[in-house]
Each structure stands twice: as structure tokens, then as C-alpha cells.
């Protein structure tokens, strides 16, 4: 096990160090890092930050990860998504939401299941220059499996946070854990459940997804 190699206070990058730090993040095994509900542990979407992650955690093999993308514009880039379930990403998103979708064709990492649980975060102040990256991050949330998920750096357990090569600290979150959103359906049927009620409100979520359905065509071919 590894002291943490660099804490970063995120609030004090300027433009050029904002730069070296997608460069950093990108080349880091674990790396634990703000969203704007709670804090997360992971790194690009590797086999070995997978595995390193599964490790830190104690977390069981079948418990799916998650993929936290920077900003909407990539999630459309590298998710191919059907009009629908694209439009409603796009009305949700960003947010504190994690939104399971069908898996993405193609890809390999996490391993492939039906489905995908995906984020795009409304990045707090500080962290802001985490929309700036250019890659997703595999994540989960920055507590041991079973734990309370922090709300801040300094309540991450000292025993995960020592397996990360970089800190990124931006003050207190929300400390509300994500709603999950299934929506894995939603393109052909319109259906859609909250699989964990969280920091977005279902009345909100349902009328974002009324008015999505009332405009596209659900079910039809491609």
C-alpha cells in the first residue's frame, strides 16, 4: 500500500495546471477525486484501474462500476444512445443522476453487462476543470464497500485513500448520494424507475421525461 503520492486543492489550478492534470489523471492508477454529490475513487477506463479499484474497495466482483464522463458533449461522443434515450440524457444531464442505459456497443470496460450506469456531474466551483478532461473516469463511490460515502477529502477512509496516487480536493459536496435512474428501456417503451431515490427529485425527473417522450418517437427502428 501507497501514501497518497499528491493532494491537489483543485480551487487554486489556473489554466496551465488545469492542463497537467488531465495529463496526471490520465496516467494515475486510482485516483479519488469530487463530484458534485459525493467523493469517488477511480481513473481512466482501464483493466488495471478496474482491477485496482475492485481491490481498494473490498468490493464484490459482480457489483457493477460506474462511468463518470466530464461533460454531456463526450458521453454523446463515445455512448451511442437511440434519439430518445439521447434526448433525455441530454435533459437530465448534468446532474446529480446516474443514469443506467443500455451497454455500449464496442465497449469492454467495465466489464460488459446489459446495462451501464453512467454520470455526467454539475461539477462544484472548484472542480470545474474535471470538465475539461477528455476521457471518462471508471468510477465508484470513495469508501470502502458497505461504507458511508464521503462528503469531503478529509472523510475519506485513510485506508482507500492511501491506495490512490493523486487527491483532488474541492471542499464539501452535497454528501446526497446520486438518484439511479433507470432508463435502460426508456428509448423503446418510454418506461423508465428510480432504482435509488438520491439527490434528484422524481417529480423533476418525470416531467423532464414527460416532455421527452411527448416529442420523440419511442420504439422506432433505426
Not at 501514501?3 to 492542463?19: F, N, T
Not at 472542480?127 to 471508471?138: E, G, K, M, Q
Not at 492511501?162 to 480536493?169: I, K, N, S
Amino acid at each position: 500500500m501507497n501514501a497518497v503520492a499528491e493532494r491537489i486543492d483543485l480551487a487554486r489550478l489556473d489554466d496551465s495546471g488545469c492542463a497537467a492534470l488531465v495529463a496526471r489523471l490520465r496516467a494515475a492508477r486510482l485516483v479519488c477525486f469530487p463530484t458534485d454529490t459525493v467523493y469517488g475513487v477511480g481513473g481512466a477506463c482501464t483493466a488495471e484501474v478496474a482491477a485496482a479499484l475492485v481491490n481498494a474497495k473490498g468490493r464484490d466482483l459482480g457489483k457493477p462500476l460506474q462511468v463518470v464522463f466530464p461533460s454531456v458533449a463526450l458521453l454523446e461522443t463515445l455512448v451511442p444512445m437511440a434519439s430518445p434515450l439521447l434526448a433525455a440524457c441530454r435533459a437530465l444531464l448534468p446532474g446529480p443522476l446516474t443514469l443506467v442505459i443500455p451497454y455500449p456497443p464496442g465497449w469492454t470496460i467495465p466489464t460488459p453487462a446489459a446495462t451501464l450506469g453512467v454520470r455526467v456531474p454539475a461539477w462544484p466551483p472548484p472542480a470545474r476543470c474535471l470538465s475539461r478532461l477528455d476521457f471518462p473516469l471508471l468510477a465508484s463511490s470513495a469508501n470502502p464497500s458497505g461504507g458511508v460515502a464521503p462528503a469531503s477529502l478529509d472523510a475519506v477512509d485513510a485506508t482507500l485513500l492511501a491506495t490512490c496516487e493523486v487527491a483532488l480536493d474541492a471542499g464539501p459536496v452535497s454528501g446526497v448520494a446520486s438518484t439511479v435512474l433507470d432508463l435502460s428501456e426508456f428509448a423503446d417503451t418510454g418506461a423508465w424507475r428510480v432504482l435509488r431515490a438520491g439527490a434528484a427529485a422524481e417529480g423533476a425527473i418525470a416531467a423532464e421525461l414527460a416532455a421527452v417522450a411527448s416529442t420523440e418517437d419511442l420504439g422506432a427502428t433505426p
